[in-house]
């Protein structure tokens, strides 16, 4: 069975600071992808990550895959109120997703 | 714009009265998926459709069913719903041959059992 541990599962910083999620596995995957999902609205993808070692920025949001493609960060820097959500990361294995449990992200103004 | 559309966005039922919830996409996708949502937890995959072909998750309750009639539509029918089954229902699609296999979700329906 296929898993993927992320962690945080939550975090409360303030305005400003930086801040790291964190998905592991032992299985690896062809792509990993992370999502943001607002309260009472569908996951929104931010970015896929196909090759290891790949880093993807997005602003102030950082991605990397690791070299074994088992493994993936999302840092985001100088996090503000606006990036507050549930962030997911979730590997593809075939055409379906293994999702990570989540890291509730709350940025504190 | 392409897009994943859910009706209704919001679904108070009954204890064991059935409900429908409708997935509808313009992505012209071949695979549909339903997933339960419960409060900030990951979403939980109930079953899929790779074109008509359906398939189940193995602890999917037998209380949940669903139906695609063509490419575009998708309904998940919750034949007896109980407490348990309050959640938010997501629909989502990814084109299914090939690439990364990207999801494209609907905004939801809010499932309330009274």
């Known amino acids: 069975t296929q898993l993927l541990e992320q962690s945080p599962q939550f975090l409360s910083i303030q305005e400003g600071e930086n801040l790291t999620v964190y998905c592991n596995s032992s299985s690896v995957f062809s792509s990993l992808q992370w999502y943001r999902q607002e309260p009472g609205e569908g996951p929104v993808l931010l970015v896929t990550?196909?090759?290891g070692g790949e880093v993807k920025k997005l602003k102030r949001l950082t991605f990397q895959f690791g070299d074994a493609r088992k493994d993936s960060s999302l840092h985001i820097t100088a996090a503000q109120p606006g990036d507050t959500g549930l962030y997911l990361c979730a590997g593809a294995s075939n055409y379906q997703l293994i999702w990570g449990a989540g890291t509730k992200l709350i940025i504190k103004p | 714009d392409a897009m994943v559309i859910q009706n209704p966005r919001y679904q108070v039922t009954q204890f064991g009265k059935p409900v429908t919830l409708s997935c509808s996409q313009t992505l012209n996708h071949n695979v549909m998926y339903w997933y339960q949502q419960k409060s900030s937890q990951a979403p939980k995959l109930l079953f899929h459709y790779y074109d008509k072909d359906f398939n189940n998750e193995a602890d999917t309750p037998d209380n949940f069913q669903s139906r695609r009639p063509n490419t575009s539509f998708c309904f998940l029918d919750i034949r007896s719903p109980g407490l348990g089954d309050a959640a938010m229902y997501l629909c989502a699609t990814t084109e299914g041959q090939g690439g990364t296999y990207e999801q494209y979700f609907g905004p939801g329906t809010r499932l309330t059992v009274t």
């Open positions: 990550v196909v090759t």
